[in-house]
């Protein structure tokens, strides 16, 4: 009875035993959030972009990427990858058209995207308005481009039909053959001459969309509309990001909303 008393007795001191861990283990009281592009652990102050948890470093590097290029390198960098792009468009859907005797507006869309992602590279990543003014404009000309070759066919076509019906007509009539080789004699045009056609050939190009679309009515409605969402991708892949910057905050105090 007696050792069992004594063994009692020890287990119950044993509770009353104090075992202490290092003080290194010890959670650490200070207070700190985590920089969402960085995964750095901020302790002072942050900053909310667009949303986003963002240590000062991050926001000065977020802010200088969403900044307009300026000067005029930029643009012509933008300029002929856009151009590039375009090119490249207009023969695809010109191949479509001409391959597969399909109008397939859907490519279009697709000149849009391409377009707009060169200009975008062009640009070194950013956006701003004259960006997005070039790539519309590039879409459509591009498009425009596409049915030149097509036009320009039935243009060649039409002619060398009224030429053979006017040599059909003179064939009957001496007279009226003379009058026409003297009106059909070759002569050298002038530099304005040359210049007024490319301003006209030019325009008729880039009316060249219009024409189609109004030329097929009412299923050219459908053309018209896929053409304005082309342009408008463009448009939307070019523009300047928006950006919101809000703070800076103090890490453990109130997040009252105040812009940068």
Same mark, same amino acid.
């Given at each position: 009875m007696l050792d069992e008393a004594t063994r009692v007795e020890n287990e119950e001191l044993q509770f009353d035993r104090v075992i202490s861990e290092s003080a290194g283990s010890a959670p650490s009281n200070t207070l700190a959030v985590i920089c969402a592009a960085c995964q750095t652990p901020i302790e002072t102050e942050y900053f909310d972009v667009n949303g986003s948890t963002l240590c000062s470093r991050c926001r000065t590097v977020a802010?200088?990427?969403?900044?307009?290029? =300026?000067?005029?390198?930029?643009?012509?960098? %933008?300029?002929?990858y856009g151009l590039g792009a375009g090119v490249f468009g207009a023969v695809l859907y010109y191949g479509v058209m001409a391959i597969a005797h399909l109008e397939i507006g859907l490519v279009a869309i697709l000149i849009g995207y391409m377009v707009g992602y060169a200009v975008r590279t062009g640009a070194r990543g950013r956006g701003a308005r004259r960006f997005q003014v070039l790539a519309v404009a590039l879409t459509y000309a591009s498009i425009a481009?596409?049915? %030149?070759?097509?036009?320009?066919?039935?243009?060649i076509e039409a002619d060398r039909? &009224?030429? &053979?019906?006017? %040599?059909a007509t003179a064939g009957s009539n001496p007279i009226t053959?003379?009058?026409?080789?003297? =009106?059909?004699?070759?002569?050298?045009?002038?530099?304005?001459?040359v210049l007024l056609s490319l301003v006209f050939l030019a325009a008729l190009v880039a009316a060249l969309p219009v024409l189609v679309v109004f030329g097929s009515l009412p299923s050219g409605l459908i053309s018209g509309f896929i053409i304005f969402i082309g342009m408008r991708q463009a448009w939307k892949m070019t523009g300047a990001p928006w950006l919101q910057i809000l703070g800076p905050y103090r890490?453990?105090?109130?997040?009252? %909303?105040?812009?940068?």
């Open positions: 802010e200088a990427a969403a900044e307009t290029p =300026r000067g005029i390198v930029p643009l012509i960098t %933008a300029s002929l481009l596409a049915y %030149a070759p097509m036009a320009m066919t039935q243009a039909t &009224n030429q &053979n019906v006017r %040599a053959a003379a009058a026409t080789e003297r =009106r059909v004699a070759p002569t050298t045009p002038s530099g304005r001459r890490v453990g105090a109130g997040t009252a %909303a105040t812009p940068a």
